[in-house]
Structure formats: structure tokens, C-alpha cells
């Protein structure tokens, strides 16, 4: 018969042998949440991986997630609990063919969501993510020509809150691409007293039904603060725990997805486990390397998306 292992504890040892710090996904399994230093959206735990004196990041996300940790940090060790965590967007924008649409208009200002590979942040001009968008892109130029990837969805829901006009790369979210309409609808017949939150990646016949657009963290505090006790929650449904630890007392219902599923998880970043991450920070292995010629070309609309968004 096997040990037992305190996967908890073993982390939390390892965590001060080795100065690391755990940053986690809001979207991480609920046990992964809650052993992480920090918790947060892409923006944010980017932020703390700027700001980290930690000598080991162990990232508990999905793979641009660590590039971007490792960028900011290239004298660190990056661990992530599992290589395989990709990213829908990030993988239907491959750098080669980002760099022929790029060619395509030239003297574009090009914004790149975070939810893309080291490559095509490389070929950026500064970075994004769904808390700052609509900030980032209000203070290009107004005489510069955009380009907005890979996520079609919220470069709509930009143009929209901007004014701006954009060419949109044809890219969309896995989780956040098959949320049905039809079963939104249904449940706000179900619960008319119900608040609907919706994330910018969804599909725009979902958004017009939300009653709050915003990012992970900004449908989080909307829900906390809110007078409302009900709430449809569209998007990812790892966010839920944070809301039932920070408001306890108050309803979330997770709007189903349209293929059969009672709730949206997204499948890479369930990939982490408790177990994996252990094993990670106990074998210092799988680690993300980046070559220093990508993570330097990288590094600048990193910064530049860290800075406007001070």
C-alpha cells in the first residue's frame, strides 16, 4: 500500500527550501488556488512576477502565462507543473503566419493580447489583457493604424468601448467560444433575478445578454460589490471558488457551454494538478527556457503594457 503524501505541506516546504513563489490562475483547480503566494488574472499575476524578489516563480497557468514571467524575469528559474498547458488563442496565432498578416499593413500600431506566444509578442508593439485593454488602446495615437490579436472577440468589445478601428486577427477561446445563447436565455427565464457577468472573449450574441463586461478579475470584485445575491457567471468556472471565498453568501450559477457540459472549464489549464505541481518544484522540472534573442525583443511591449497600465 502507498504513502500518503501531504501534497500541501511537501509545497509549502519546498516553497521556503527553495525562495519560490507560487503564482496561480484564477482558472486553476480550487486546491491550486489555495496553496498559490498569489492569485490572480493575467494582468496581475504578471504585475507580481514583475515585482517578485522570489528566486524560483512556479507558475500555475498555461504556457504564455510562464513565457511572460520568464521574460520578466530572465536571471529566474520559471517552473510550470505541466509543459502541455497551452492556450486555443495562443495556438491559432503561429508567429509565421502573424508575421504575413503583420506585413500586410505596414505602419500598423500592432496590439497583442497576453494570450499569445513569446513570438508574436516579439513582433508587438505593446501587450494587452482584459483589465487593460480599452486603457491600452485609448492611448495609441489616434492617427496610428491597430492590429488587435489574436482574440477577435474582445478586440469587438474594444472597438466598441473606444471608438477605435481595428483589424482583427480571426482568433477566439476555446472555453469561451461555446457558450450557448439559447441555454444564457433559459437560465435568465429560470432566474429573473439574476445578474448576468460575462467575460470580453465571448462570442458577442452572449455579451449583449450580460448585464457587467469585464475581465476575470473585474466580474470578481463586480460580484463582491454588488447589491445583487444572483449571479450567471460566463465565463471560465475556476473563478467560482474565488467568489464563494470572497462572497459566501451569495448565489453564482455557471452558464453552461453548448456541448453537453454542465459547467466551462478550460482543458489546459486543468492540466495542473496539486500532484504536478509537487512533483515540479520537487524535481525543479519541467522548467520554461525562452533564447535570449526572444525574450529580449519581448521584454519591451511587456513593459510598455506594464507601464500605461500604471
Known amino acids: 500500500m502507498g504513502v500518503t503524501v501531504d501534497y500541501e505541506?511537501?509545497?509549502?516546504?519546498?516553497?521556503?527550501?527553495?525562495?519560490?513563489v507560487i503564482l496561480?490562475?484564477?482558472?486553476?483547480?480550487?486546491?491550486?488556488?489555495?496553496?498559490?503566494?498569489?492569485v490572480g488574472d493575467s494582468l496581475a499575476l504578471a504585475?507580481?512576477?514583475?515585482?517578485?524578489?522570489?528566486?524560483?516563480?512556479?507558475?500555475?497557468g498555461v504556457h504564455f502565462m510562464a513565457e511572460t514571467a520568464k521574460i520578466l524575469n530572465p536571471t529566474r528559474q520559471v517552473l510550470l507543473p505541466d509543459l502541455k498547458a497551452g492556450c486555443s488563442l495562443s495556438d491559432r496565432c503561429p508567429p509565421a503566419a502573424f508575421k504575413a498578416f503583420k506585413e500586410k499593413h505596414p505602419g500598423a500600431f500592432v496590439v497583442?493580447?497576453?494570450?499569445?506566444?513569446?513570438?508574436?509578442?516579439?513582433?508587438?508593439d505593446v501587450i494587452c489583457t482584459s483589465s487593460n485593454?480599452?486603457?491600452?488602446?485609448?492611448?495609441?495615437?489616434?492617427?496610428?493604424?491597430?492590429?488587435?490579436?489574436?482574440?477577435?472577440h474582445l478586440g469587438r468589445h474594444v472597438m466598441k468601448e473606444t471608438g477605435r478601428d481595428m483589424v482583427l486577427w480571426p482568433g477566439s477561446c476555446i472555453v469561451h467560444e461555446i457558450f450557448s445563447e439559447k441555454k444564457l436565455v433559459g437560465l435568465k427565464v429560470e432566474h429573473p433575478d439574476a445578474e448576468v457577468v460575462a467575460h470580453p472573449e465571448c462570442e458577442q450574441q452572449v455579451l449583449r445578454h450580460a448585464d457587467f463586461i469585464g475581465s476575470t478579475k473585474a466580474i470578481l470584485d463586480y460580484v463582491v460589490k454588488s447589491p445583487k445575491s444572483k449571479f450567471i457567471v460566463v465565463t471560465e468556472a475556476g473563478i467560482l471558488h474565488q467568489m464563494?471565498?470572497?462572497a459566501p453568501h451569495k448565489t453564482?450559477?455557471?452558464a453552461p457551454p453548448d456541448n453537453g457540459c454542465a459547467c466551462n472549464e478550460c482543458p489546459y489549464m486543468r492540466l495542473n494538478t496539486l500532484e504536478k505541481l509537487?512533483?515540479?518544484?520537487?524535481?525543479?522540472?519541467p522548467e520554461l527556457v525562452l533564447p535570449a534573442d526572444l525574450q529580449g525583443a519581448a521584454l519591451a511591449p511587456l513593459k510598455r503594457m506594464l507601464e500605461w497600465s500604471a
Not at 9 to 20: F, G, Q, V, Y
Not at 29 to 37: C, H, I, L, M, T
Not at 138 to 152: S, T
Open 244 to 246: 464563494k471565498k470572497s
Open 112 to 124: 497583442s493580447y497576453v494570450n499569445s506566444s513569446a513570438a508574436v509578442k516579439a513582433m508587438s
Open 278 to 285: 509537487y512533483r515540479c518544484m520537487r524535481d525543479r522540472t
Open 47 to 60: 504585475q507580481a512576477a514583475e515585482k517578485t524578489d522570489a528566486d524560483v516563480i512556479v507558475f500555475c
Open 133 to 152: 485593454a480599452v486603457r491600452i488602446v485609448n492611448q495609441i495615437p489616434k492617427d496610428r493604424p491597430i492590429l488587435f490579436a489574436p482574440d477577435q
Open 9 to 20: 505541506a511537501e509545497i509549502r516546504a519546498l516553497k521556503r527550501s527553495m525562495n519560490a
Open 24 to 38: 496561480a490562475h484564477y482558472y486553476q483547480e480550487s486546491e491550486v488556488q489555495d496553496v498559490a503566494d498569489f
Open 252 to 254: 453564482y450559477i455557471p
